[in-house]
């Protein structure tokens, strides 16, 4: 089972010949759950077959994705190897009977593998997934974990090519990995439940992978193994886990407690990692060549614990007190490692850019436009750079439909006081027609606004009701005709307030509203014309909210039609929640 706000997803492996199937459950617009025998929606997989049992499912915070795996599928041949599939909501709203989005195996997969355990990240956007019968160096049944992150162009898509392979570094016959796994921002536990410690059989343990600086997994072993340390044979922790942040619960179910045999227990197990504090060179400074800049940080261990001794306890491109290089232009980051006696690692970054002396800014000032996404559920913001003074301008078609084949797009969607304020844009085949713009949560269409001669549109509705505000159903669509809108949420959780240019670089700024963590990267990347993003910077979030970059500028041309997104994941009411931006290429 899993569960998001008003959805609850319960699989079923004996459905079918034990092909499996996954139920969808929604609480009705009347906010209150009533007892039920019929579900709003079946997903199956289309390729299922008998003994499939596809049933273990996860579900992302904003509840617009569910992944469910099945253990027993064949896969190439491989009797057993297990296959995850992926499920989007449609954007009209609303689960319904389906088969899956996308279809995800392991390429290195073998026979028994039983690919199974399966977690997902809050944003929707990484899927963890345990291997537990995969033989690693050798030793059958030792287990892995893998990682699968959806692509930066949006959407899940078939694949057996997981970003990341995550192993012990002390594996074992049957130690079972990844029988169950959790995954928490940039943490992912698993649980080898009959590892055993200190010559204890079966006593278990949970491993913790650190995502690395970078911001993108890679393969890796663990960051820390977690045990307890009461620990008996045959306790069997790890048989499942949890994570929030940096806590960790392990179930034990044979732990004998008070003379009662395979009692069990929970294990909370901490799982702090030292952090950095680099003042030197300051996040998003810009520096001009051979300036003179003394770095200055420091690492602190966890409380109890400590750090190694010397640079091995904390480490960066030079010691603290020594000189940051800016003897080459462009963009550097500067990233310092803590690590403990224990093994446990933290690390930051900064990031700074070297530009030549006596710089002369240039004229233009970005716009910006803010919109969200439907099928991330997340509130996001997107600016473009203007061109520069005499650069050749050309009439570019609407910002949300450059690079779509879509008839009608909303733009934004912002809550102001008592009301909410939707914006859109149509093709300029559709000037003067009416736009409908509907409530999905209650399905009536609460305006209709004419269609002005720029293709754009624009009106004030009333807020919807309280008890659905702040749910992920409270989403609107446009329709012209047949045609309809992506359906965005009423929500929006960052902004870029400054994209500018100056001289041979691009100035970049913005916040985040609401509860967050200070710290948490920002990935800033860059999109010319319709293509894939790039990073062009990777920075963090500041103690008040906000975050800035400075990056090389595109070439004059190209900077008619650059396109700059930030995405990180920020918290609110304690839980991580996704931010990210959309492609919105400027208007004329």
């Not at 240019?501 to 710290?519: D, E, N």
Request: glycine share 12%.
């Amino acid at each position: 089972m899993a569960v998001s706000g008003a959805t609850i997803v319960a699989g079923a492996p004996g459905e079918t010949g034990y092909q499996g199937a996954v139920y969808i459950f929604t609480e009705p617009v009347s906010g209150n759950w009533e007892n039920s025998s019929t579900p709003t929606a079946e997903l199956t997989a289309s390729d299922g077959a008998a003994l499939d049992q596809l049933s273990a499912v996860a579900i992302s915070e904003a509840g617009s994705t569910i992944v469910a795996a099945a253990a027993g599928h064949t896969v190439g041949g491989h009797v057993k190897q297990g296959a995850l599939y992926v499920f989007s909501e449609p954007t009209s709203g609303g689960w319904k009977t389906t088969t899956q989005t996308a279809e995800l195996t392991a390429g290195d997969g073998a026979a028994d593998d039983e690919l199974s355990a399966v977690a997902i990240s809050e944003a929707g956007s990484t899927i963890v997934a345990g291997a537990a019968g995969h033989k690693v160096n050798g030793k059958s049944g030792a287990g892995a974990v893998y990682v699968f992150t959806e692509p930066l162009s949006g959407g899940w898509g078939n694949s057996s090519t997981p970003v990341a392979e995550l192993t012990a570094s002390d594996p074992g016959v049957e130690d079972f990995l990844g029988g169950s796994v959790a995954i928490s921002g940039s943490t992912i536990v698993a649980g080898a439940t009959f590892h055993m410690v200190n010559g204890k059989i079966w006593q278990g343990a949970a491993y913790a992978f650190s995502e690395p600086a970078t911001g993108s997994w890679e393969d890796a072993t663990q960051t820390a193994e977690l045990t307890a340390e009461n620990g008996a044979e045959r306790d069997q922790l790890g048989l499942s886990v949890a994570i929030s942040g940096s806590t960790i619960v392990a179930g034990a179910p044979g732990r004998m407690v008070s003379g009662n045999a395979d009692q069990g227990a929970a294990y909370v197990l901490p799982f702090s990692l030292p952090t950095v504090s680099i003042v030197t060179p300051a996040n998003g400074t810009t520096y001009t060549q051979g300036q003179a800049v003394a770095a200055d940080f420091t690492c602190t261990a966890a409380a109890g614990a400590a750090l190694k001794p010397g640079t091995a306890g904390c480490s960066g491109p030079v010691a603290d007190g020594g000189t940051v290089d800016t003897s080459t232009l462009g963009s550097h980051s500067f990233t310092v490692t803590a690590t403990d006696t224990d093994g446990h690692i933290g690390t930051a970054t900064n990031s700074y850019t070297v530009i030549p002396p006596q710089t002369v800014a240039g004229p233009g000032t970005g716009t910006t436009s803010s919109t969200s996404s439907s099928k991330s559920s997340t509130s996001t913001s997107s600016t473009s750079t203007a061109a520069p003074t005499g650069a050749a301008t050309t009439t570019q078609t609407s910002a949300a439909l450059a690079c779509t084949t879509a008839q009608v797009a909303l733009i934004d969607v912002v809550r102001q006081g008592s009301h909410v304020l939707l914006t859109g844009a149509a093709r300029l085949t559709l000037v003067g027609r009416k736009v409908s713009i509907k409530l999905l949560a209650t399905g009536k269409v609460v305006a209709s606004v004419e269609i002005a001669r720029d293709g754009s549109f624009s009106t004030t509705v009333p807020l919807p009701p309280a008890k659905i505000r702040n749910t992920n159903r409270a989403r609107y669509q446009a329709s012209v005709g047949s045609a309809h809108s992506l359906a965005l949420k009423l929500d929006r959780r960052a902004e870029l307030t400054t994209v500018k240019r100056a001289g041979k670089h691009v100035l970049i700024s913005g916040y985040v509203t609401g509860s967050f963590r200070a710290g948490t990267p920002v990935q800033i990347t860059l999109r010319v014309t319709c293509a894939k993003y790039r990073t062009v910077a990777k920075v963090k979030l500041s103690s008040s909210g906000t975050f800035s970059a400075t990056v090389p500028a595109p070439s004059a041309k190209a900077s008619e039609i650059a396109v700059y997104r930030a995405q990180t994941t920020v918290l609110q009411d304690g839980h991580p929640e996704p931010t990210d931006t959309l492609p919105t290429p400027p208007t004329a």
